[in-house]
């Protein structure tokens, strides 16, 4: 059973437009959510954060929007660059763990 | 930053070998170490936990025996795919969590190590 889920296995966006990947989890115990970009052959990088208590987190062009009642988050990068296109992995965290449960992917195309 | 480094980075192997792979980290002290794998297409998938000094905590579904995990030093985690078979082919990727100044849920990746067992 899948507890994060990201149903979109990928996503074109123009040049300078918004992307925004989404997100959702089953787990009403997870309290804390991050994105994690990955390029093909190379490790995840961490991108941004969301503790359960906020519902918003904005870093540069990376915002974090998350929606407790309908346990769903999503990230908007704006404006998009090429330099974006990668897969982005939404991760789910509970309190007492420090295991991270990671989604499927979303690999995110930005056109020129 | 916090580095992480993978070595080997590919390796292929026949079916049967054993192969080590190291996970390091090179500017920090690492309390845990988490060991990952991912399928073309999928997520990653967490396998265990190891905590320096410690024996490794394995998720469910996870053979303790086949993937061996040692985590020797605050710096240095191992982990041994035993008798590789072709369905151990897959990218596996170490993280770790530093042991001081730590945000909640602070991870950094290495690179991940291709396996491909023929």
């Known amino acids: 059973d899948q507890q994060v889920k990201q149903n979109s296995p990928s996503l074109s966006v123009q040049e300078g437009r918004i992307s925004i990947l989404n997100c959702d989890y089953t787990?009403?115990?997870?309290?804390?959510f991050l994105w994690y970009k990955k390029y093909p052959a190379e490790g995840p990088t961490f991108l941004i954060s969301?503790?359960?208590?906020?519902d918003k987190n904005e870093d540069g062009r990376f915002t974090v929007f998350l929606n407790k009642s309908a346990k769903h988050l999503s990230l908007h990068i704006v404006p998009s660059q090429p330099g974006d296109s990668a897969v982005y992995f939404c991760?789910?965290?509970?309190?007492?763990?420090?295991?991270?449960?990671f989604g499927k992917g979303t690999r995110l195309h930005i056109l020129p | 930053g916090a580095v992480v480094s993978q070595h080997p980075s590919w390796v292929i192997c026949k079916s049967g070998t054993s192969v080590k792979i190291e996970c390091r980290s090179l500017d920090f002290q690492a309390t845990t170490m988490f060991w990952y794998r991912q399928f073309p297409k999928q997520s990653l998938m967490l396998m265990a936990t190891s905590n320096e000094g410690s024996k490794a905590t394995y998720e469910q579904g996870v053979e303790k025996d086949k993937f061996l995990i040692n985590h020797a030093s605050l710096t240095l985690s191992t982990l041994t795919v035993t008798s590789a078979h072709p369905e151990d082919s897959s990218f596996y990727i170490c993280s770790a969590s530093p042991l001081r100044n730590r945000r909640y849920n602070e991870q950094f990746f290495g690179p991940g190590t291709r396996l491909t067992v023929l």
């Open positions: 969301i503790s359960s208590i906020k």
């Open positions: 991760a789910a965290s509970e309190n007492r763990d420090d295991k991270i449960i």
């Open positions: 787990n009403s115990m997870f309290d804390y």
